[in-house]
């Protein structure tokens, strides 16, 4: 057992001598790139911007009575997390609305334009709904946010 702590010991100290350095180039390549076309040259400059941009922009044209009932009826719930989200799409040659889960194993919903429940596409045990739409994410178009439950 002494002989493996002073193994250990010997074999960290001789790691922790090696100062290995890690530095990452600022200045660009003299010829503009790194290592051919499609690497961009470093930059010096911060390229993450800490601060929030402003909030989605929601799609409110043309929302049907029943969703503005719908999401009122979501802001009286008790707020998920992560927040619930209502997208538009057109599928099968109609006008839908996605209602996301709220959490885990639970369903989505797809609405017809008319309100009325077409299917759950995704969520469940199995995270493939409940198989009255298969081919939803794969032949869905036009998305656009049409609510975002708001509060933090």
């Not at 057992?1 to 180039?25: G, K, Y």
């Not at 009286?76 to 538009?88: G, H, S």
């Given at each position: 057992?002494?002989?493996?702590?002073?193994?250990?010991?010997?074999?960290?100290?001789?790691?922790?001598?090696?100062?290995?350095?890690?530095?990452?180039?600022t200045?660009?390549?003299?010829?503009?790139?790194?290592?051919?076309?499609?690497?961009?040259?470093?930059?010096?400059?911060?390229t993450?911007d800490?601060?929030?941009?402003?909030?989605?922009?929601f799609?409110?044209t043309?929302r049907?009575?029943?969703?503005?009932a719908?999401?009122?009826?979501?802001?009286?719930?008790?707020?998920?997390?992560?927040?619930?989200?209502?997208?538009?799409?057109?599928?099968?040659?109609?006008?839908v609305?996605?209602?996301?889960?709220?959490?885990?194993?639970?369903?989505?919903?797809?609405?017809?334009?008319?309100g009325?429940?077409?299917?759950q596409?995704?969520?469940?045990?199995?995270?493939k709904?409940?198989?009255?739409?298969?081919?939803?994410n794969?032949?869905?178009?036009?998305?656009?946010?049409?609510?975002?439950?708001?509060?933090?």
């Open positions: 057992m002494r002989l493996s702590l002073l193994f250990a010991s010997v074999l960290l100290t001789a790691a922790c001598q090696r100062n290995v350095n890690v530095t990452t180039p200045d660009a390549p003299t010829s503009g790139n790194v290592n051919g076309n499609t690497t961009p040259a470093p930059t010096s400059t911060n993450v800490l601060n929030r941009g402003p909030e989605a922009a799609d409110t043309a049907p009575a029943w969703l503005n719908r999401i009122q009826k979501l802001m009286a719930q008790k707020k998920q997390n992560p927040p619930t989200q209502i997208f538009r799409y057109r599928y099968d040659n109609q006008v609305y996605y209602e996301s889960a709220a959490c885990c194993d639970q369903f989505s919903t797809l609405y017809n334009a008319k009325q429940v077409m299917c596409p995704d969520g469940g045990i199995t995270g709904g409940d198989g009255n739409c298969p081919n939803f794969k032949n869905k178009t036009e998305e656009k946010l049409v609510w975002q439950d708001p509060r933090q």
